[in-house]
């Protein structure tokens, strides 16, 4: 026996087949019921709903013999069913409206229509495409629609009923055949897989069903051509080269990449990709439905209607990516893929524009929101302000700053926009003698603090600290007081402390301990202001001080230098960043 297309051996008889379309459905069935049935029906949709096979379908509807008239439930059995079935009737002429377009035609028919059926009850006349028409066979078709012969019916077809002049439109019945939902794409092929007794996982289903794009056809070509592959155990590898599907592990990981701004995986992603011969512009959609179910995890996790195309698994494995994120930084990633998919489209290499996408989707993150940015800066500013006159040595960085250095990496570190930066400290020239900072700092976001609530507002007024206060207490306010200071607050992280003879003595980590050193003079004025009549003093860990190598002792001097550096410092407190690193600067950097 020959194989039979899946799509046509699948296609519906019955109303009661067809797979969603549930008003068209209704709708049809109680007109039928009713007997208020018009002259013209024109059926409208996107490719592979169903339009054609229920124009079928009411075709036996109206003429099927075994009823007293017109039934919702047509017989399939009498002669009238068995013949539309086949496609021999005499009384229902199907026309492909693409072939048959010209003005000729539509005159056959309308001297067709004069004479009455030759059995059945209608002369029915679909025809499909119907947007294709000259405007000459519109016009002539007009006519017959006007002033329809009693025992006629059209049913007229489209995917693009835009291109249906009003005229026609107006004279019709329209009932609109919606994309079917992923969910029900999937539950239709697990269950033309049951019934062609096809070995296939859920996830495969699901896979192909997401493929299809909404069309039941295209569903059922695509398990077609997967059946051609596996035979009837399908494996869950075969699908991804088979459909040039993406595989959702690669999906997953891009966008856990996204999350740790991981470039390199990104990267070898791509890379994965082209060994796979997968296609990029699939791949960048794929990824767009990814961020969107993301964000739909995000802001709607208990909305079922919503998540039905997620299967439970799916939802388990993507719920911590999602929770991870920021809305606003799903809203930002899926705005740029929306804008990428089309560019990619006509990319010249959409490998490297697909890489170019992703190396933004990695930064993407670390642009703080501009709202945020400002907030910084206005609490900086009010910070700074409050120090004048008898500005200590905080007061004067704001004086003295001057714009952020540039970052020797590039893409890889928060750039401002122009309008982010107005409201900072005004930049002036940097004084001549200040201490040329022999280096260069890289300001990268802490990662803890990004997309997390705005830090504490600027220290006003504090409440004097009990004199009695446990050292865990005092340092709780110090760091409160630090906390709109990200340079300052930093190094505080992993500090501990202790009261000794009327001092704070300050352990901080290893990492940060010559910082505080050196910015002893800042903490104390903290201390001041949070309200603690404390000296401070500064100790390194126990066991901290291993021997330094002198690159070691010269990068420590370089860290302190950038640290101390007032630039470096108000691009911290603005970005919220940390010194990871710092080179010599060569000859040529110093000069500009
Ligand atoms: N709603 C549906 N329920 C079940 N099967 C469907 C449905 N829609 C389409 N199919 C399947 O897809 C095949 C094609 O459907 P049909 O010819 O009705 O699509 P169409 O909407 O006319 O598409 P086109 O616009 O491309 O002509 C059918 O044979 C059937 O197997
Ligand atoms: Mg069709
Ligand atoms: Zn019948």
Redesign the pocket.
């Known amino acids: 026996m020959s194989y039979r297309a899946l799509?046509?051996k699948?296609?519906?008889r019955t109303f009661a087949?067809?797979?969603?379309?549930e008003t068209v459905v209704r709708t049809l069935q109680n007109a039928l019921r009713s007997g208020r049935i018009g002259h013209a029906f024109l059926l409208t949709?996107t490719?592979?709903?169903?339009?054609?096979?229920?124009a079928r379908i009411l075709a036996k509807a109206l003429n099927c013999s075994r009823a007293d008239g017109p039934t919702p439930e047509p017989c399939l059995e009498c002669a009238s069913c068995t013949e539309i079935a086949a496609g021999n009737s005499l009384d229902v002429q199907e026309i492909d409206g693409a072939s048959n377009n010209g003005v000729e035609n539509v005159r056959e028919l309308r001297e067709s229509a004069r004479y009455n059926p030759s059995r059945d009850r209608f002369k029915v006349w679909v025809i499909?495409e119907v947007h294709m028409l000259s405007t000459a066979a519109f016009n002539a078709l007009l006519k017959t629609l006007e002033e329809p012969p009693p025992r006629v019916k059209f049913i007229f077809?489209t995917?693009d009923y835009h291109k249906v002049p009003d005229t026609i439109l107006s004279r019709c019945q329209q009932y609109d055949?919606k994309q079917?939902s992923t969910r029900q794409l999937h539950d239709?092929l697990r269950h033309v897989a049951k019934e062609e007794q096809i070995a296939i996982s859920e996830l495969a289903l699901g896979r192909v069903a997401r493929a299809a794009e909404g069309s039941?056809?295209d569903a059922?070509s695509l398990f077609d051509q997967v059946l051609a592959y596996s035979g009837s155990e399908v494996k869950d590898e075969d699908l991804a080269t088979l459909l040039g599907l993406v595989d959702r592990e690669l999906l997953t990981g891009a966008s856990r990449a996204v999350l740790e701004s991981d470039a390199a995986t990104l990267l070898r992603l791509v890379d994965s990709l082209a060994v796979a011969g997968a296609d990029y512009r699939t791949y960048c959609r794929e990824l767009l439905l990814h961020f969107r179910e993301l964000l739909l995890l995000k802001v709607a996790p208990g909305d079922e209607a919503l998540l039905q195309e997620l299967t439970a698994e799916e939802r388990a494995a993507i719920s911590p990516i999602a929770d991870a994120f920021s809305e606003d930084d799903l809203l930002r990633a899926l705005d740029l893929l929306g804008r990428s998919e089309l560019e990619l489209r006509n990319a010249t290499d959409p490998r490297v524009a697909l890489e170019l996408v992703l190396l933004k989707l990695a930064t993407l993150r670390r642009l703080l929101p501009l709202a945020e940015l400002l907030a910084r800066a206005e609490r900086l500013d009010g910070f700074q302000r409050r120090d004048e006159p008898g500005a200590g040595p905080m007061g004067a960085t704001s004086r003295t700053a001057a714009p952020p250095p540039p970052s020797p990496h590039g893409a890889a570190t928060p750039r401002p926009t122009p309008a982010a930066v107005a409201p900072a400290p005004r930049p002036a020239p940097a004084p001549a003698s200040r201490p040329t900072p022999a280096a260069a700092a890289a300001a990268a976001p802490a990662p803890a603090r990004r997309g997390a609530a705005a830090p504490a507002s600027p220290p006003v007024d504090v409440p004097a600290l009990p004199a009695d206060a446990p050292a865990e207490d005092v340092l709780q306010a110090l760091k409160a007081a630090a906390s709109a200071r990200p340079s300052l607050s930093t190094p505080l992280k992993g500090a501990t402390a202790r009261l000794e003879g009327g001092a704070l003595v300050l352990e901080p980590d290893a990492d940060y301990a010559a910082f505080v050193s050196s910015h002893a003079a800042d903490y104390e004025e903290l201390l001041r202001r949070a309200g603690a009549r404390l000296k401070l003093r500064v100790e390194a860990r126990a066991g901290a001080t291993a021997e330094a190598t002198p690159q070691q002792k010269k990068r420590e001097e370089l860290m302190q230098e950038a640290a101390a550096d007032p630039a470096v410092q108000v691009t911290l407190d603005l970005f919220g960043g940390r010194v990871v690193d710092v080179r010599e600067a060569s000859d040529q950097e110093k000069v500009k």
């Open positions: 799509a046509l699948y296609r519906p087949e067809i797979v969603g379309q949709g490719r592979g709903v169903g339009k054609t096979t229920s499909d077809a995917t055949f079917l239709h039941v056809r059922l």
